[in-house]
């Protein structure tokens, strides 16, 4: 039984666009053991109000995708991801169970580093609102804890077909390396569907 909260070190790439975040992670350490993710979020209205959601990822465990499922409603299928270059500069292919390639993506990350908490941001903007899978009703509420290190860096997107629902083809309007930080997933709060 892995239950929440989690605490979760690695390092990543998140690009910002005007329709929502597009995430490329390799967990180096959490209660399920390392993995590797790739997701798309946006902000949706929910009942509990305007909150981003997850609303596509794949993940490199079947350990990840049970617990995420369950523990917080993250939407997660199973991929295989193959890296090659090294930590700062390289490329990541991943394909689905069935070999259909999900996702292309470069990846450059800077060298600088500047400290950062997300204990500045409003707690709407890092409580994450899934709604319940798999029968459950309601949603469920996340209010992340992370810190770490960012820097400038690079994602180019050869193609997300495989993402299910596919992010749209928007112009990015930031991108940060994360070559260390530390993330805390609580047990997640509650709402019901018929909350506005």
Request: charged share 15%.
């Amino acid at each position: 039984m892995t239950p929440p909260p989690w605490t979760l070190t690695g390092r990543g790439v998140i690009t910002l666009s005007a329709s929502g975040v597009l995430m490329l992670v390799r967990y180096a350490a959490c209660p399920v053991g390392p993995y590797d993710e790739l997701l798309w979020a946006e902000r949706t209205r929910t009942p509990a109000g305007w909150r981003p959601q997850v609303r596509a990822i794949v993940v490199s465990t079947e350990q990840s995708v049970v617990w995420g499922r369950r523990n917080w409603g993250m939407p997660k299928h199973l991929a295989h991801f193959a890296w090659t270059g090294n930590g700062r500069v390289g490329e990541v292919r991943v394909t689905g169970d069935d070999g259909a390639e999900v996702a292309r993506l470069e990846y450059e990350v800077g060298t600088w580093r500047v400290p950062v908490n997300t204990a500045l941001l409003p707690p709407p903007l890092r409580t994450l609102a899934q709604p319940g899978l798999d029968g459950a009703g309601g949603w469920l509420l996340t209010t992340l804890e992370a810190s770490g290190r960012l820097t400038p860096a690079r994602l180019a997107v050869g193609h997300l077909r495989g993402l299910s629902p596919a992010p749209p083809r928007t112009r990015p309007v930031l991108t940060l390396g994360v070559p260390d930080f530390r993330l805390v997933f609580p047990v997640p709060g509650g709402v019901d569907n018929g909350q506005a």
